[in-house]
T-cell receptor
């Protein structure tokens, strides 16, 4: 149980384009989803928290107009990187928490490369 | 300020050489301490949740323990496949479900 998927697992795009990453909880309802960014050999950096049906809460320093998060249902959240630039290249990981649970279960991550 | 510190930063063990990883925290009113394993290029894999001092959890060669100030992840007779980064995270007593993560311990087990 507690499986979270992400799609795509990797994506390469040109500078200026937008990229959408999907995060799905496959066998439980995710009342809260989290989006993280991870640089090589560093720990996870929380970007934003989203609750189903509510606007996402962004961490300080994260541009909400650049990283659009939508938590449309109890099993799906999306992160859209708008007008991507090479500095947005990174490993993006989502996690999900079920109702009444403290544990976060992570997806496999998405490697974004912006040329 | 709430903080989570993991040590050592990196650890190399021979196969079968048991050791412990440390996670110390300065969060008061802990709502949970979590251990994850992360392989390169993958998302963290959940291992354990600990809630109160004295609690212990085991899974195969791993055992996690908790005191009021720190947690240990004991690895008994490790194998090369245990090589990974082990992350510790705490759930502070705020109203949100955000974690505070440590920077991880990179474990390499040599055959």
């Amino acid at each position: 149980g507690a499986v979270v998927s992400q799609h795509p697992s990797w994506v390469i795009c040109k500078s200026g384009t937008s990229v959408k990453i999907e995060c799905r909880s496959l066998d439980f309802q995710a009342t809260t989803m989290f989006w993280y960014r991870q640089f090589p050999k560093q720990s996870l950096m929380l970007m934003a928290t989203s609750n189903e049906g509510s606007k996402a809460t962004y961490e300080q320093g994260v541009e909400k107009d650049k990283f659009l998060i939508n938590h449309a249902s109890l099993t799906l959240s999306t992160l859209t990187v708008t007008s991507a630039h090479p500095e947005d290249s990174s490993f993006y990981i989502c996690s999900a928490r079920g109702r009444g649970s403290n544990e976060q279960f992570f997806g496999p991550g998405t490697r974004l490369t912006v040329l | 300020e709430d903080q989570v510190t993991q040590s050592p930063e990196a650890l190399r063990l021979q196969e079968g050489e048991s050791s412990s990883l440390n996670c110390s925290y300065t969060v008061s009113g802990l709502r949970g301490l979590f251990w994850y394993r992360q392989d390169p290029g993958k998302g963290p894999e959940f291992l354990f949740t600990l809630y109160s001092a004295g609690e212990e959890k085991e899974k195969e060669r791993l055992k996690a323990t908790l005191t009021k100030k720190e947690s240990f992840l004991h690895i008994t007779a490790p194998k090369p496949e245990d090589s990974a980064t082990y992350l510790c995270a705490v759930h502070p007593p705020s109203g949100t479900y955000k974690y505070i993560f440590g920077t991880g311990t990179r474990l390499k087990v040599l055959a």
